[in-house]
């Protein structure tokens, strides 16, 4: 049905070997939403998103994606995994890259089809950078690089899109730049888009899921400074202490929200 949830998560707890990790998770992503996933350092974003995938099994609960089965639907997702980086000593154009979403599916590797081609430059259409399809890799910019990573996510032609931190160590303006884009593709798409930027994502999305080994979700409207304090206690700027690479517009928003949002906590 047109607006059952696309994921659904029902009393999901997962550990790796001790305590919980993900516990008692209840969630329901209905189609063309975007969601941020927003939470500290280790409080279980990645282990959401790849419970939603069937990467990982749920100690208990059950997980279903895009009415089935995770395992069955994986491949209707386009999954940009954290950390993602290209490589630029590898001496492959942007192309190939974007041709390599490609190949997931039960696809041989071996030569691509016209469609293949076809479906890989419309990838490369959607973020911009058609133009640019046959430049080698080294020679991109930071942003241009993580542009070529969501083509190649797209080129699954996937229904959902999960980027599990795409903007680190992306500067504001590209990150913004990223963040439109997104909005763009959530025309047609489902966006999970994992962040650690709580404030400045919030002004994208339509519901914003705080990951802090219990999950709650929220509508963006209702982010007030009580949320964001529930979530990571008295100390925001922890947030921008988990960015090695953040700059000071960053800084300077995480200073932002914390003053806004905790008058006298200093
Ligand atoms: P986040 O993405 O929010 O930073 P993670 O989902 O990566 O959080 O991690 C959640 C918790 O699970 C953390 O305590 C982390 O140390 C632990 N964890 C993550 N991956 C593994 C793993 N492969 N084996 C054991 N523990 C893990
Ligand atoms: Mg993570």
Redesign the pocket.
């Known amino acids: 049905m047109e607006h059952d949830p696309v994921i659904e998560l029902r009393n999901v707890t997962f550990a790796y070997d001790g305590a919980p990790a993900i516990e008692r998770a209840d969630l329901a992503i209905r189609p063309r939403e975007f969601v941020a996933i927003v939470g500290p350092n280790g409080g279980g ?2 282990t959401l998103l790849k419970l939603m995938l069937g990467l990982l099994q749920p100690t208990c609960g059950s997980v279903r994606l895009l009415g089935g089965p995770p395992s069955a639907a994986r491949r209707r997702v386009g999954y940009m995994p ?1 950390h993602s980086q290209l490589d630029p000593r590898f001496p492959v154009t942007v192309m190939d890259v974007v041709l390599m979403g490609r190949l997931q599916g039960g696809l041989q590797f071996g030569p691509y089809g016209p469609a293949d081609r076809r479906t890989a430059r419309e990838a490369l259409r959607d973020v911009g950078l058609e133009a640019l399809r046959s430049r080698p890799i080294h020679a991109l910019s930071g942003g241009q690089r993580q542009r070529t990573l969501i083509a190649r996510a797209l080129a699954c032609e996937p229904e959902i899109l999960m980027l ?2 795409p903007t680190a160590n992306l500067d504001m303006q590209v990150e913004e730049q990223l963040y439109a884009l997104l909005k763009e593709l959530n025309r047609r798409l489902t966006v999970l888009l ?1 962040s650690h930027d709580v404030g400045f994502v919030s002004q994208f999305v339509s519901r914003v899921i705080c990951v802090n080994r219990t999950i709650q979700a929220h509508l963006t409207s209702d982010v007030t400074g009580e949320v964001i304090r529930g979530l990571y206690g008295h100390d925001v700027r922890m947030v921008h202490h988990g960015h090695p690479h953040g700059d000071e517009h960053r800084a300077g928003r995480h200073a932002h929200g914390h003053h806004h949002h905790h008058p006298g906590t200093e």
């Open positions: 974003k990645s954290q599990d931190e994992v």
